[in-house]
């Protein structure tokens, strides 16, 4: 097949008054580890439920695999895998039986279901828990599991609702290889992730949304060399005045500061003698700083310039 994977037009939803997704367009090409970002609220979850065949948009196109979702849904699913945020399993069947269940919802049987079963055990590094409940795994379990659900009839595309989510760091290091293995081995993976370092590791393009438009799509290396610039976040002990705020704003540029005016990202691309001037004035006011930290430009920097803020803050 030619053409992108996923190719969406002018997406549009609208919740009453609301609107969650407000016109959006981009490509998803084959081979692709493609990363939406964006805080809560930016339009992710709703773009997936679209893609995913669960939400009806309420203007422009979609196509998956050439074919448009607006009537072929069911075809589009045929290849298309979706692991959600959320654990969708049976919490009293073992992993194998979990696994021999959806793969009969999806049309599989005999020896070739057996099969699929022990090899998405294998890919997820779950042999030796293939017949415990799944109800007693840990968080990192349930994630592969979830992952091994959504690959058992071998999608072409794979969407993935911040797999990593709630789970110890050496279970996120495994689902992460597990990841980046599919998609060498030629799945297109479509991907959500609130930790930035993520998307920046394993994602060949990101699309950066807010308020339920994309304000940026590029490579990350792409968007920090366009984009990026040192940021140094601080926190104060007490309040800024006016007069501290005019000094922020005359060492960088004020890209958000909290309610009670204690804590501000300032940017800038002259790092190292904001620092100096920063360092200095906290040498003259000890009691007034908290914390001081340095952001050399990177794709975190990128989001806080755009959003004013990191996507877990």
Not at 88 to 116: I, M
Not at 117 to 145: C, P, W, Y
Request: net charge neutral; with cysteine.
């Amino acid at each position: 097949m030619s053409g992108p994977i996923i190719q969406v037009e002018d997406l549009r939803k609208k919740y009453g008054s609301s609107e969650a997704v407000r016109g959006i367009s981009f490509q998803v090409h084959r081979g692709d580890f493609f990363g939406l970002l964006g805080p809560n609220g930016a339009g992710k979850t709703t773009i997936i439920g679209i893609l995913a065949g669960w939400i009806e948009p309420t203007g422009g196109r979609v196509e998956i695999l050439g074919m448009d979702l607006s009537s072929g849904t069911r075809e589009a699913k045929k290849k298309m895998g979706l692991v959600p945020q959320g654990f969708a399993f049976y919490p009293t069947l073992t992993a194998r039986e979990n696994l021999s269940f959806f793969g009969k919802l999806y049309g599989l049987k005999g020896r070739y279901l057996e099969e699929r079963v022990t090899h998405v055990l294998g890919i997820v590094s779950m042999e030796d828990r293939a017949d415990q409940a799944a109800g007693t795994f840990s968080n990192g379990m349930k994630r592969r599991l979830n992952i091994a659900i959504g690959l058992l009839h071998e999608p072409t595309l794979l969407i993935l609702d911040e797999p990593t989510n709630g789970v110890d760091l050496q279970s996120r290091n495994d689902i992460l290889e597990t990841i980046k293995r599919l998609n060498l081995d030629g799945v297109t993976i479509l991907y959500t992730t609130h930790y930035i370092e993520e998307a920046e590791d394993l994602c060949n393009r990101v699309a950066i949304l807010d308020l339920g438009k994309i304000i940026a799509l590029d490579t990350p290396r792409g968007l920090t060399q366009s984009l990026g610039k040192g940021i140094i976040q601080i926190e104060f002990n007490e309040a800024m005045d006016e007069g501290l705020l005019r000094k922020m704003e005359r060492i960088g540029s004020v890209l958000w500061m909290d309610e009670k005016k204690r804590r501000v990202h300032l940017e800038t691309d002259q790092t190292a003698s904001a620092l100096s001037q920063l360092l200095q004035y906290k040498e003259e006011r000890k009691a007034l700083f908290k914390s001081l930290d340095m952001m050399e430009p990177s794709l975190k920097t990128v989001l806080i310039r755009l959003i004013g803020r990191s996507l877990r803050d």
